[in-house]
């Protein structure tokens, strides 16, 4: 057992699901909480899903005056939406969508009375109504209410996938701040604090250091630094390797807004195919980060959240950890499975 781990002896309810249907369920809870809303994102995009959410809470606040709702933005994020740094032919576009994003902020606070917090190193992604919690990697921004695990040449849907858990002491416990949370369906959530211990990387560790760990799957759009080692390790000790991410082109048709692209081939992935890992692009852009562990018995484990896996350990981010099979099933039928079909090889892609 971990220092700062507690077990949890309740019951409780999980889900796997897009996060088309995550932003729907979202948006229901929201207009019918009763005690209290809490959203954690990285960034805030204004768009159809925003406005549906402000809405959601108007109609909360005509029914419930007084019931807390809070939510938690990375306080760098609108400096994204100024100018200063934009290229020219965006700026009119970048612009207009940061006085938006100063509308919906004044009409959240000034007119719907919530409190708008703005930690400089968030990037969790949770969002909690009342006794339930949605572990997941969307941002509020309509490029990640997709429910399509694939889109051929779209450019401007992100699929991913969310967990949903249902239970009262797991969401006090995270809510005060616990760092692992251990449950007995198997299922563990993971917060790792900025500039803290990496809670994500060591239990990921973990897995892959049983004596019947089989093989690794890790999905992610912006992987890298101490994972890319991570991976090669497992595949020289005989694990079989793969790692899935969208490929250039699919990175550089992000909307204008994310129009700077952070991808490149290096070093790394070099030593990562000498190492024997299997490098899938993805034709078109997700936002999904995703881990699947196996064993030689065929049973998986599972990571999904916030986390990119890469070399950037100077955030706040949350993640959830579980064995049960059939969350991992609901996981591969929406997302993994349809991704790593269309999914074209390295090699092949830069033939």
Not at 223 to 248: C, D, K, M, N, V
Request: charged fraction near 20%.
């Amino acid at each position: 057992m971990h220092a700062l781990q507690e077990t949890l002896t309740t019951k409780q309810q999980c889900e796997c699901m897009s996060n088309e249907q995550f932003f729907n369920k979202l948006i229901h809870d929201i207009t019918h909480a009763q005690s209290h809303v809490f959203l954690s994102t990285f960034s805030w995009d204004s768009g159809i899903l925003s406005e549906t959410i402000i809405k959601a809470i108007a109609d909360l606040r005509n029914r419930r005056p007084q019931l807390p709702v809070s939510v938690s933005i990375n306080r760098w994020y609108p400096h994204l939406k100024q100018h200063d740094w934009t290229p020219f032919p965006w700026r009119a576009e970048v612009d207009a969508a940061y006085r938006q994003f100063q509308y919906e902020m004044h009409t959240l606070q000034n007119d719907l009375g919530v409190a708008i917090q703005w930690p400089i190193l968030n990037h969790e992604k949770c969002y909690v109504v009342d006794d339930t919690m949605y572990i997941t990697d969307a941002n509020i921004g309509d490029q990640h209410n997709t429910g399509q695990p694939i889109l051929e040449n779209h450019d401007h849907a992100w699929p991913g996938l969310t967990i949903k858990i249902h239970n009262a002491v797991t969401v006090d416990t995270y809510l005060n701040g616990s760092s692992r949370l251990s449950m007995l369906t198997g299922a563990e959530i993971i917060k790792q604090k900025a500039f803290g211990p990496r809670h994500i990387y060591k239990s990921l560790q973990e897995s892959l250091a049983l004596p019947d760990c089989d093989s690794i799957i890790l999905i992610s759009p912006y992987p890298g630094g101490a994972y890319f080692q991570l991976l090669a390790e497992a595949s020289y000790s005989g694990i079989r390797t793969s790692l899935i991410q969208p490929s250039p082109d699919a990175r550089n048709r992000r909307p204008l807004s994310e129009h700077v692209s952070r991808f490149q081939i290096n070093d790394p992935h070099i030593e990562m195919l000498s190492a024997g890992v299997a490098i899938g692009f993805s034709p078109t852009m997700f936002h999904g980060k995703v881990v699947i562990v196996g064993n030689k018995q065929g049973d998986e484990e599972l990571f999904i959240g916030s986390d990119n896996f890469d070399s950037n350990m100077r955030f706040h981010e949350v993640a959830c950890k579980t064995k049960d099979q059939t969350i991992i099933a609901q996981a591969h039928q929406l997302f993994i499975d349809p991704l790593m079909q269309h999914a074209l090889p390295f090699e092949d892609y830069y033939g």
